[in-house]
């Protein structure tokens, strides 16, 4: 059972990676517009490169 | 999406134009000013981008972005930018754009709302998942010390997660309790917080049971249900709030000796003096001061016949200026002016509809106290049987958790989110939460007229009819005009191919009609006074050629696409169908007829309007109120659910329940039969509901519930709710 020491705190610090990971996906507001980044997909427009910010 | 390509040329041709947008505009230093655009007709990738290049390739744009959900563009711009500019530049490349008021928009701009909500759902997904991982351990046969530890690493999750996660539960079903009430949330947050309290004293105690899991999926299923319930309300909102965004209130004042000011509606005060261009809506009560023309009392009062106006006319905000501009001396503003008086008419038919008890609500009602008192005797039966208190008091938890509010947390929004996105599709918006259940218990609908049945917009009778001479001649009078009649007249004639004559010196005299020279006589279109002809009792505007008699060309009001069918379709369904309206009863005969409606009433004010849809609810009946005025909006109020469309006055808007997007009206029958069905999905999810714990209460009372079974039980009975919602989408 000793595997349990450290596999227990590896599963629970991969759920707290996910749910970072989901704070800044909420912070960043990328739930505000599901159509629209459908469709921004498509679009070759930052192709080459990214915006600057 | 197989949408046709040339549906938006625009977007072919915007990348083309700009094929490398560089950094933006950083501005000029002063502070941005943010710009909200209507942009109801993009739906692809390349709209995205030409809209959003379009923008930045203006002067003091600093930064323009797009949301394709909301159709809606947010534009971040020098301050001395104005929006119109923006709106008329973007229509002349394709897209068409509308300003939006951002002061209207506020509540749907930030969402903070719906961010919390889906904070706390993802926090609670999220622990929900690890403590079952852990649980599954422990059902697998993790016995003792190994046993104690995931529990008490579970407790470490659960506990700060129901914490923050099941707030929503606790504050809702506190708030209730506080006026000594039940709702769905006091059993949810009993069961929470049971369940919690008891897993932590087992734990303490190297107990062998513990519903930290069950704690937890509770939370996420009864978020999930209410997310959902947030989210078609969310919608239904932005979008009301649109429509009434759209109509950005300004009026033009007149200062002595300078040009007119723009200003807001909102800024007039009694004594001032506004100016109402021809084809802009009367923003205040008042009197004119100067100028002649024509007013579209249409949506105040139901009368399809323009009324003219000249100095000492009173006027009331919300008629229509029709051919010259007036100047208007305000006597009542804003709050003060009829449109709001309107108002109290309303306030005290709301009250009446508001007792509606959804049917969420009734079954909470019953479920609530039969859950508690089951769980409450279960745990005195075995106290009284065995003596062991903690026995005891597991099996009344049990008996909480597995009767499964989650199934019914999730019956109704998961259907209504279902139904009126189908519904929104199809062109209705849903703005009431319980629109839909009331919705499906109509046996009566009871339309108004002009605006309703008909567009509002006359069309010309029996183009046939008159000679050619004299349809070339108001033709060429006809089509340098703005009034509504003439304009109508140069479609019909154009479309028949009539050629306009050769017409001079055409002018047009306000508040009266069209003179011009043509081969040497004097040739006259407009009025009936004007002209010294003899009215005709229907809409109709006059030629008269020096010399001959003058000639009337009338115009029937068009009616709204549509219409037939839904009648027919409702009629079909045995509803009772009634026609009322403010017009004069020749008008109405004729509609009615066409229409195939049997029961109509003219020459009503909209006191009797509301009395008249009040008797038959009395009567027992449920009434569908349709109209688009603002003599409607006591009647929309009073009915049982009204509905009306978005060319409606916004007082109409905001008292009704569902508002109609596109212009037909055809998809009305088929709304009542998908909130029939509806209802049907949510009484059948309840029924699933209560199948389950027709089965799970007996084995929980008897005690041989475990977390496994809870959980199982859970599980099965919210996705079966879950799909049994889906199939509505399907048909």
Redesign the interface.
Known sequence: MNVLVYLIPISLLLGALGLAAFFWTLKTEQYDDPDGDGQRILSDRWDDEPPEE | MAAPISACPACDAAPLAEAQ?G?GYGGNGMEAKRIMLSLPQIY???C??GVE?GLAKQDGVRAAR?????KRAVVDVDPDIEAQTLADYLTGIGFEAYELDPGQLKATAT?KHG?DL??RL??SG?AM??VM?LSVAVWSGATDA?RD?FHW?SAGIAIPTVGFSSQVFFKSAWSALRVRRLNMDVPISLAILLALGMSIYETMHSGKHAYFDAALSLTFFLLAGRYLDYRTRAVARSAAEELAALEVPRALRVVDGQADEQVPVSELEPGQIVRVVPGSRVPVDGIVTGGESELDRSLLTGESLPVAASPDSIVSAGEVNLTGPLTVRVTAAGRDSSLHRMADLVAIAETARNRYTSLADKAAAVYAPVVHLLSFAAFLFWFWYSGDWRMSMNIAVATLIITCPCALGLAVPAVTTAASGRLFKQGMLLKSATAMERLAEVDHVVFDKTGTLTEGKPALDALARHKDRDLQVALALAEGSSHPLAQSLTQAARAAGVQPAEVAQVTEVPGKGIEGQWNGKTVRLGRAEWLGANAVGQTATYLSISGAKPVAFTFTDALRPGVEEAITALKAKGMGVTLISGDVPAAVADIAGRVGIEDWQADTLPEDKAEFVARLGKSGRKVLMVGDGLNDTAALAAAHVSISPASALEAARVVSDIVLLGKSMEPLAGAIDMSKSATRRIKENFAIAAGYNAIAIPVALMGFATPLAAALAMSTSSVTVSLNALRLKKG
């Open positions: 947008a950094k692809c990738a390349a995205i981008a290049r797009v949301n394709l959900t909301l969402d961010k889906l904070m993802g926090v999220f998942m690890n991982l190994t530890l690493i």
